[in-house]
């Protein structure tokens, strides 16, 4: 028999409950913001157009510094989760 440890199972439990909360959460938000403009004012649906349009227009360079820092607070991360768990 394999040796069960209880904490792992707790962990991979909980990492399952929060993606799959965090997906529906996701989901449901998207179907909103789809929905928003429907059959709403003229206003609101130019403001989805509106912001919808500066998302296609950021230019990801400029952020390249901070994605940069997060990759490397991250791996600095898996590292220490990998050494300590050894």
Same mark, same amino acid.
């Given at each position: 028999?394999?040796?069960?440890d209880?904490? #792992?199972f707790?962990?991979?439990?909980? !990492?399952?409950?929060? !993606?799959?909360? !965090? ?14 403009g &429907?059959?709403d ?7 989805? /157009?509106? &912001?919808?349009?500066q998302? =296609?227009?950021?230019r990801?360079? /400029? ?6 820092? =997060?990759?490397?607070?991250l791996?600095?991360l =898996?590292t220490l989760?990998?050494? #300590?768990a050894?």
């Open positions: 028999m394999t040796d069960f209880l904490f #792992h707790y962990r991979f439990l909980l !990492a399952v409950l929060v !993606a799959s909360y !965090a997906l529906v959460r996701l989901v449901l938000f998207l179907a909103r913001w789809r929905d928003l &429907v059959g004012p003229r206003g609101l649906g130019l403001l989805k /157009r509106y &912001v919808l349009l998302l =296609i227009r950021v990801l360079w /400029r952020f390249a510094g901070e994605g940069l820092v =997060i990759g490397l607070l791996a600095l =898996i989760i990998t050494l #300590h050894t």
